[in-house]
């Protein structure tokens, strides 16, 4: 394979990873915030913190969709490099133009890779709150 497009790979793929990382990260700081509001609720006996919680989740939820579509997008653009000759090479990072289908923010988020993970996350919210309504 040619210098040329092997580096333009390297670059789009680079690009997917840290597409993935941030992922990765954002369900990671879901996960903390949604348990520090928890333990906060539990401390004070509060259940409005319980209840920030209902606009962390779909925030953190939105902003991992925007990635997983970033992601998608640039999985795209790197399957089009991947078929063209060394001369077609002119290192464009611009995969804005495989946006469509499953690489749109609504489908990346109510895609299967995400549903599951923010659903439960919801779900536990809404059984917490309800633990502290009928416990206290």
Partial sequence: MEEKKLKHLEFIQNTIIRMNSNSFMIKGWTITLVAALFALAAKDANINYVLISYIVIPIFWGLDGYFLAQERQYRGLYDKVRTINNEGIDFSMDASSYAAGKATWLCSVFSITLI??????????????????YLS
């Fill in 116 to 133: 599951p993970f923010y659903l439960v996350s919801t779900g536990t919210a809404v059984g917490v709150m309800f633990l502290f309504k």
